[in-house]
Every structure is written in structure tokens, then in C-alpha cells.
């Protein structure tokens, strides 16, 4: 049986939660939301071409020059030649500043949503997150995409491992139940 009113309230919360991150960042960093995802993409990943950074923020080609223009333009990243005729995409310090800085303003912004919650309540959501996340993962099977903003080692923290990638894991596996029985 679906429930309307539960879909509901999580599409109301997703977008607060949105709004509420994405505000902070874009006011910490002075960049698009894209920019932002690219700053923390290429922090993590420095040396990604146009292209392939653009794949994992969700932009194509064209669009995803025009955001590394942008983004060069203000110093934070800048365009390094690589093998086989590609650039690749490298955070100038600024840039690595502005990633950190990304960091901060995301968790300073969802911080007080889950501190809302008690120790208990916030397990439970957790382990919530973890199946709705693999729910998504099914939905859009590209956890660049899903985890363009994350922040790596906090998913990791406490020995906790990243419901994205063991959703992806458990499909690459061809093992969908363990994915979703485990949580």
C-alpha cells in the first residue's frame, strides 16, 4: 500500500533540506550549485577531464566548460594538460579552500536537523537513510550523481560504510536482495 502522505512529507523535507544546504553553501563559496558540486568533486578527485567531471555532476560537455570557465575565472580551479589530449580539471588552493569551506557550510546547515534528534532517533533514521538510499540508488544508478556533495569520511566514520556504494556494490555483485535485507 502506498502512503501519499508519507511521500508527501519526504519530498517537503527534501527540498527544505535542499534549500537549507544549498543556501549555505552558495553563500559560503559565492559559486552555482553545480560549481560547488565540481569544487568538491575535484577535491576528491583532482585531475578529472571536463567531460567526466561534468558526467558526475549531472552537466554535459559544453555545460560543464562553461562551469570550469567560471570557475577558473574566480580562481578555484584551473585547466592542466593531461594524457592523450584531454585536460584535466585541478583546485587551485583557493579552490581547495572553497571545497572546505563547502564542507563546513553543508554540515552547519544539516547539523541542527539531526541534533533535533535523540541518540536513539537518529540510529533509527540512519538506518532509514541507508534503505532510502539504496531505494535511489535503483532510481538513478550513478553514485557520482547521488553523492556529488557528500562529504566522504563522515559517511565513513564510526566504521559505517557508504550506502551508495554498497548499493552499487550488491548490483555489480547481481546480489540486490543482500543490499536491502542488510539494512
Not at 548499493?167 to 543482500?178: H, K, M, P, S
Request: aromatic share 2%; glycine share 8%; with cysteine.
Amino acid at each position: 500500500m502506498h502512503d501519499e502522505r508519507l511521500a508527501n512529507l519526504l519530498g517537503a523535507l527534501s527540498l527544505t533540506v535542499r534549500d537549507l544546504m544549498l543556501g549555505d553553501v552558495l553563500r559560503a563559496t559565492g559559486t552555482s550549485a553545480s560549481g560547488a558540486a565540481a569544487i568538491k568533486v575535484a577535491a576528491t578527485e583532482p585531475g578529472l577531464s571536463v567531460t567526466e567531471l561534468g558526467r558526475r555532476i549531472g552537466l554535459s560537455q559544453p555545460a560543464a566548460a562553461r562551469m570550469i570557465d567560471a570557475l577558473e575565472a574566480r580562481g578555484l580551479a584551473e585547466r592542466r594538460p593531461a594524457a592523450s589530449r584531454s585536460v584535466a580539471v585541478h583546485l587551485t588552493d583557493q579552490g581547495r579552500q572553497a571545497a572546505e569551506q563547502i564542507r563546513l557550510a553543508r554540515i552547519q546547515a544539516l547539523l541542527p536537523l539531526s541534533d533535533s534528534l535523540d541518540e536513539n532517533e537518529r540510529a533509527v533514521l540512519a538506518g532509514l537513510f541507508d534503505k532510502l538510499l539504496d531505494a535511489a540508488y535503483d532510481r538513478l544508478p550513478d553514485s557520482e550523481l547521488l553523492c556529488r556533495l557528500c562529504d566522504g569520511p563522515a559517511c565513513l566514520s564510526g566504521g559505517n560504510t557508504c550506502p551508495v556504494s554498497d548499493a552499487r556494490n550488491a548490483r555489480e555483485a547481481g546480489d540486490t536482495r543482500e543490499a536491502t535485507d542488510e539494512r
